[in-house]
């Protein structure tokens, strides 16, 4: 199986999951930034995981660009999985916890842009804590990273 694992990363935690990500799948994953990455190589994909942090309940720019230019039946027969990096609703106060109910997360948007292009949806969004606004990734967010990949293996 090939898989291909894009990612956009701005304080650096994203990254680290998709890189744990990659490596959990070995040498049939490869791990790019979207800019990295051509909408051509898709077509020789059997896997499509796209992971984002969380800015404003969305993807990032660069993401969501690539996102768009992805043509309406490009992920056809391809399965597809999204994570995400954001805060941890409980540790929030109430008015960022209302906001974060009301405004959501990257990859719950991300699966849906995937699907609408002809993706077949293999896991529920996931999303992996931070901190803080930079970091650092909760403890035990990397290994939770190696477990939800063996589930996408399955």
Known sequence: MKTLIIYDSQFGN????AQAIGSAFGDEARVVRPTE??????????????????QGGRPTPALQKFLDDIPS????????????TRFLLKDQNFALRMLMKTIGYAADKIIKILVAKGGQQVMPPEGFIVKGK?????????ERADEWTKLIKI
Do not use: W
């Open 14 to 17: 994203t990254e680290k999951i």
């Open 37 to 54: 990455v051509k909408l051509d190589e898709l077509k020789n994909v059997n896997l499509l995981i796209v992971g984002s942090p969380t």
């Open 73 to 84: 039946d490009g992920l056809k027969g391809i399965k597809v999985a999204t994570f995400d």
């Open 134 to 142: 930079e970091g650092p990734l909760a403890e035990g967010e990397m």
